[in-house]
């Protein structure tokens, strides 16, 4: 295995150019095989120093070494790990739970009272729906398969709860046979309260 270039040299990685060269010249001329002949120590030092300045003595190679780009004999490493970090924001109108989506569906008191058809979003595009007759606030409507579709599972359903919305700015004529519906101020909507 190949050793830091920098310590086979006996220099530090903060080294000058110049410094790089002046050691690879004490070291290559010191252990060169013409004047160690038969000494294999010495054969072997020389080509671990040489393969150390063809690392440092390049400035280009040195940058890229010191970078982390490539290791001891040149060789390219591998970018590493990458995590990528992923947030989903909330969506105007869809709740997701799992493979199920949940929506709100404003309705007018009309649609609440006398039922009817009304269109709903889905993932997959606009539905229409019907409002059963005397649906109150909080009802909810299934949509059977209109939820996520994942591989080898059933899609997932929508639910879609009913909120009942009055004109904005109110409206007298509605004001008026409030106060005149006599079965509205018999019911008791509340009575499960009772005891609590």
């Known amino acids: 295995m190949a050793r830091n270039p920098y ?13 790089i060269r002046a050691a690879f010249r004490t070291l290559a001329k010191k252990h060169h095989p013409d004047r160690n002949k038969g000494d294999k120590a010495s054969e072997e030092k020389f080509k671990e120093v040489s393969a150390a300045f063809d690392i440092i003595g390049d400035a280009d190679r040195r940058r890229k070494y010191d970078a982390g780009e490539i290791d001891e ?10 995590y990528v970090e992923i947030s989903v924001k909330p969506h105007a109108v869809f709740e997701r739970d799992g493979d199920d989506i949940h929506i709100e569906a404003p309705i007018t008191l009309s649609e609440a009272v006398l039922g009817g058809k009304i269109t709903a979003p889905t993932i997959a595009g606009d539905v229409s729906i019907t ?4 649906s109150s606030s909080g009802a909810v409507l299934r949509l059977k398969g209109r939820g996520v579709a994942r591989e080898g599972k059933p899609a997932g359903d929508q639910y879609v709860k009913l ?10 004529e ?8 006599r079965a509205g101020a018999q019911q008791s909507p509340r009575k499960h309260f009772a005891g609590v």
Do not use: T
């Not at 310590?7 to 410094?19: I, T």
């Not at 004999?73 to 990458?82: K, S």
């Open 174 to 181: 509605l004001e008026a046979f409030v106060k005149g519906w």
């Open 7 to 19: 310590s086979v040299l006996g220099l530090q990685p903060s080294a000058s150019d110049a410094e």
């Open 131 to 134: 409002v059963p007759k005397n």
């Open 163 to 172: 909120k009942i919305v009055l004109p904005e700015g109110g409206d007298p």
């Open 73 to 82: 004999q040149g060789r390219e490493r591998a970018a590493g790990d990458v």
